[in-house]
């Protein structure tokens, strides 16, 4: 067996060419999203005012399996790809375990996350069509931060409605946005009719990603020559997204690596989806017989405690009607929950491959999570975003359950990003102040009451 080494790197010329489309492998197709005006499935026309026309394209396409990557796109992500597929030697060392853990590292970029794989490309699309801009939502701030960096290498207009609650306490992002050249409004606005009933209906709301979507489509649709673009969820950003486990692939395959347990963060599913989607073409196809496993938070467990069913994709009910594991789009986490992952609903590829028991799903507590962060920065040498941390602990677990059984098993997970923007939490994680607030069945029934009926 080949000594494998603390980072297994690609070179240039061994990233993939061409983006993995799961769905052309699956056996059952995730449901098609629907127009809740006509009760129907989506048509290309009734997407692309609100899209670019070739990520619609994308987005309803469940056959074609093998997407070129633009020269373009390419090119650019050359300057930060390929990303390493790390060893965790030092963690190993401490958990004292046989198993061998490997996590593929997605922070080595300004923006500190995966996230602009998908940005690049949909900037890209945008330029292609000859648009101004487009106009997105973000919550934390890492996919408008990664939107900004993509629409200025394409001189494109980028508007940005953040969370009011993030806007707020995270001005570092902001002003990463704005270096960019991005502007940046906190949401709920007055600068929308949906922003405007929302704040009559909740005065001194601080806002949610599903209000800032509503915000941004609307913002879209109003604006000659923009188009809306969206960081997680749809089935093109998984497209996008599978550049990490098509790398992750690649590596493993160096040295002759089978992994055992594929372990993600879910929040609307796109870096796992990307991460898993070389693996679970291969165990649909019984070539390969691993676990994967999404981890959730606890204070927004959409695939453990949420219902599979078609909902609302934004709080404002302007977008498509998607069939997902979802929390009701009227969910909003506890105010004192930091880690992200707050959508309240998940990737309808995702949840169609859940649904069919092909993954698992697990759900852990926010003070469990910056534990496990904590422990990884302390030897691995990274700091970890709050959302990547789940994996983290759950890899952890794994790792530990393995010392028990003596069993080494290769291990793999997504690192999804960096958590420098992220102290606030890690301040009160510190502080003792954190809890783990938890939802009550009443409080998730009556969320479920606001979903639509068809
Ligand atoms: C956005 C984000 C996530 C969650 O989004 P997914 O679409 O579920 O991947 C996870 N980690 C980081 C660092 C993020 O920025």
């Known amino acids: 067996m080949k000594d494998i080494p603390y980072k297994i790197y690609l070179e240039e010329k061994e990233m993939p060419k061409y983006w993995y ?15 809740p ?11 692309e005012p609100v899209f670019c026309g070739d990520l619609v394209a994308q ?48 922070g080595n970029n300004t923006s500190g996350s995966h996230k602009l794989n998908s940005a690049i490309a949909q900037a890209y699309y945008a330029k ?18 990664a939107l900004s960096m993509a629409c200025s290498y394409f ?17 570092f992002r902001r002003e990463v946005m704005r ?30 990603l599903g209000c800032a979507i509503s915000e941004a489509v609307e913002a879209a649709v109003s604006s000659e020559g923009y188009r809306y673009v969206l960081g997680s969820v749809l089935n093109q950003v998984l497209l996008h997204q599978s550049v990490i486990g098509l790398e992750t692939e690649a590596a493993l395959k160096k040295y002759d690596i089978k992994p055992d347990i594929i372990i993600g963060c879910a929040g609307g599913g796109s870096n796992l989806g990307g991460l898993i989607s070389p693996f679970m073409r291969d165990k649909i196809q019984g070539k390969l017989d ?18 599979y069913a078609y909902d609302f994709c934004d709080t404002g009910k302007v977008c498509p009607l998607a069939k997902m594991y979802t929390l009701g789009s009227g969910f909003i986490p506890a105010p004192n929950h930091a880690g992200g992952l707050r959508y309240h609903g998940m990737s309808p590829i995702l949840s169609e491959l859940y649904d069919e028991g092909l993954m698992e799903a697990v759900s852990v507590p926010q003070t469990e999570v910056f534990k496990a962060a904590e422990r990884f920065a302390r030897v691995e040498g990274i700091l970890p975003a709050p959302e990547s941390s789940h994996a983290i602990k759950v890899a952890i ?20 990003g960096t958590g420098y923007f992220d102290m606030v939490a890690y301040e009160k994680f510190h502080n003792g102040q954190m809890d783990d607030y938890i939802p009550s069945d009443e409080e998730l029934k009556k969320s479920f009451d606001t979903l639509p009926k068809l």
């Open 21 to 35: 489309n799961l769905r052309a492998d699956m056996k059952k197709k995730p449901a098609p999203l629907v127009n």
């Open 37 to 47: 005006g006509t009760g129907k499935p989506v048509t290309a026309a009734d997407l």
């Open 59 to 106: 987005e309803l396409d469940n056959d074609t399996a093998y997407f070129e990557i633009p020269e373009e796109i390419y090119n650019f992500y050359k300057m930060y790809r390929p990303s390493p597929l790390v060893r965790a030697y030092c963690l190993e060392k401490v958990l004292n375990t046989p198993a061998h853990i490997y996590y593929k590292f997605e």
């Open 128 to 145: 292609k069509q000859g648009l101004k801009g487009v106009t997105t939502e973000t919550g934390a701030g890492q996919w408008g931060t």
């Open 155 to 171: 001189n494109l207009d980028c508007k940005v409605y953040m969370v009011k609650v993030s806007y707020e306490q995270k001005p």
């Open 179 to 208: 270096t960019y050249g991005a502007s940046v409004t906190p949401s709920p606005s007055e600068t929308t009719n949906v922003g405007r009933q929302i704040l009559k209906e909740h005065p001194g709301t601080t806002g949610s």
């Open 290 to 307: 691993a676990r994967i496993v999404a981890v959730e938070p606890a204070s927004c467990p959409s695939f453990t405690r949420g219902v």
């Open 397 to 416: 677990d794994e790792a530990e359950k393995c010392r028990e059984t003596g069993e080494a098993k290769n291990i793999v997970f997504g690192l999804t």
